[in-house]
């Protein structure tokens, strides 16, 4: 069973930069892609961010493109979120996620496997 441990979140002011990171165990990290959801109060969880076993692929939501960069440690088993230029609307708990195969990270169904969150807040 695949654990994920999310980390890296915070209090930041608006236009600042966080990284978020998630660590996991229990399956094999090199053969699955994996993903970043955000959901904010009141509001549907939405996929942020995707990248495929390799890290050659990408996938950003139109919200975060130019701001966001999603990357992997396949050593470290790791996955990155890099936040710059943040905005008030980027408050949410983050999570991490890992995807049902190697190559599919475009989509919300694509992903099988969450974490417990950790929470992101903007202030102005």
């Known amino acids: 069973q695949v654990q994920l441990v999310e980390s890296g979140g915070g209090l930041v002011q608006a236009g600042g930069s966080l990284r978020l990171s998630c660590v996991v165990s229990?399956?094999?990290?090199?053969?699955?892609?994996m993903g970043w959801f955000r959901q904010a109060p009141g509001k549907e969880r939405e996929l942020v961010a995707g990248?495929?076993?390799?890290?050659?692929?990408?996938y950003y939501a139109d919200s975060v493109k130019g701001r966001f960069t999603i990357s992997r440690d396949n050593a470290k088993l790791t996955v990155y979120l890099q936040m710059s230029s943040l905005k008030l609307e980027d408050t949410a708990v983050y999570f991490c996620?890992?995807?049902?195969?190697?190559?599919?990270?475009?989509?919300?169904?694509?992903?099988?496997?969450w974490g417990q969150g950790t929470q992101v807040t903007v202030s102005s």
């Open positions: 996620a890992a995807g049902g195969g190697p190559t599919y990270y475009r989509r919300p169904d694509d992903f099988t496997s």
């Open positions: 990248i495929d076993w390799s890290g050659g692929g990408t």
């Open positions: 229990g399956r094999t990290f090199r053969g699955f892609s």
